[in-house]
């Protein structure tokens, strides 16, 4: 597996979309638009976004789409192909890189929705439900009907001869019977769209199907074996996109059990506090006690809520709090409890006068004040550490949806 296709699959993996494992292109629908990622520099750069689009009020202007870019960093550079609609993402290391294509995937698709931006096919130019195809090295995103048309012509004269709108076809704009089409120009695919990256995945199929097919694009049985190798759609047709689509919102939408989550957050937390007291007796630093507290704590309540909201973060906080003093007091509990069982006769004193004896004796200077101190912060501080990976990682859950 090449380094393209590699990194391909860690991004498909976090975003919710498919790969093609083969070319590393990146496709699916994000926020309900149909989308292509498009790797270049051999994926040594980020993705470029694709999306075909129109709004009723804007149609597809390339001036009021760069306004897109001007919403945040996420995003460097806009550019539009008839309606096909190309964002940029600025350069990357590789430790962020799938932060930044998440984030400009985010910025892109939230400013389309705010503005009516719509699902366009790129060859009618009608605004409707759209899927991601390839034929050969062509891309396209397309509706089912006009999918024929683009297969045949990138099989039989090139894509360079496929024939694109120039602009979106509004209500308003659809020519009534008797009257001419709109003006459609002949345009060849974006050089980044023809490159060997430019295949999209899909469950391989065996052949080219008939123009006159009603379930275009879906790839129908062919005698011609030659053919049979050199089509493939990302989206059998709209309906599985659509489909997908849906499935897609109802797991980000998933609903959130909260007393649950209270219980399984302090299931988790009460996990930390006994790894705190334990990691004392074994005179271990509080390090690893600190970070199984705040992600037990998180992912209890992530597991039995269904999901990490931010009220189901604040509840986490405030029993890491809560948790972390006790178990550090119960530490102190314990060492108090040996200390006057060893100065005199019997076991000395029980687990709840130590208890409570833990303020009196650190007033006295018998528990150094700053030892107890330091301790408890230590176990803060890495509790911290341990609680900021999941917050960030439930924060950018909860922004896509």
């Known amino acids: 597996m090449g380094k393209a296709q590699e990194i391909a699959g860690q991004l498909g993996s976090a975003l919710g979309l498919k790969v093609d494992k083969e070319t590393g292109i990146i496709y699916g629908h994000y926020e309900g638009y149909s989308t292509l990622l498009l790797p270049i520099s051999g994926g040594e750069r980020p993705p470029v976004i694709h999306v ?25 550079g806009c550019h539009t192909r008839g309606t096909r609609v190309q964002f940029e ?16 995937l985010n910025q892109a698709t939230g400013f389309l929705k705010k503005n009516g931006y719509k699902n366009c096919c790129e060859i009618c130019g009608r605004i409707r439900p759209t899927g991601a195809v390839r034929v050969e090295n062509a891309t396209a995103i397309l509706c089912k009907e006009c999918y024929p048309v683009f297969r045949d012509t990138v099989l039989d004269e090139g894509s360079e001869k496929v024939v694109r709108a120039k ?15 709109p003006e459609v120009s002949r345009e060849v695919p974006d050089s980044r769209e023809t490159s060997s990256a430019d295949r999209a995945d899909a469950t ?36 599985e996109a659509s489909s997908e689509s849906t499935s897609s919102e109802k797991k980000r939408k998933k609903k959130e059990h909260f007393f649950a989550g209270i219980f399984g957050a302090l299931l988790g937390s009460l996990l930390g506090a ?15 006690s600190g970070v199984v507290m705040a992600v037990a704590t998180l992912k209890g309540y992530e597991l039995l809520a269904g999901r990490l909201s931010i009220k189901g973060i604040v509840v986490s906080i405030l029993l890491m709090v809560g ?35 833990i ?14 101190l330091l301790n408890l912060l230590m176990v803060y501080g890495f509790s911290v550490i341990g609680a900021i990976p999941t917050i960030i990682l439930a924060v950018r859950k909860l922004r896509r949806r």
């Open 323 to 357: 948790m972390t003093y006790l178990g550090n007091r119960l530490d102190w509990t314990i060492t108090v409890m040996r200390v006057t069982a060893n100065a005199g006769e019997g076991w000395g004193w029980g687990i709840k006068e130590s208890f409570l004896k």
């Open 204 to 239: 391989p199929q065996e052949a080219r199907p008939s123009a006159e097919s009603p379930e275009a694009p879906r790839i129908m049985p062919s005698e011609n074996r030659k053919e049979e190798t050199r089509s493939k759609a990302l989206f059998r047709d709209e309906r």
């Open 52 to 76: 075909s689009v129109a709004s009723p009020e804007h149609g597809t202007d390339v001036r009021h789409l760069k306004m897109a870019v001007k919403e945040g960093r996420a995003l460097e």
């Open 89 to 104: 993402i600025p350069e990357h290391s590789d430790k962020t890189l799938i932060a930044d294509v998440e984030k400009g």
């Open 274 to 288: 006994c790894v705190i007291v334990l990691m004392g007796r074994l005179d271990y630093v509080a390090a690893i």
């Open 167 to 181: 602009a979106p076809v509004l209500e308003e704009d659809r020519p009534k019977a008797g009257e001419k089409q």
């Open 359 to 372: 303020p009196e004796l650190i007033k006295e200077g018998t528990i150094p004040k700053d030892n107890y």
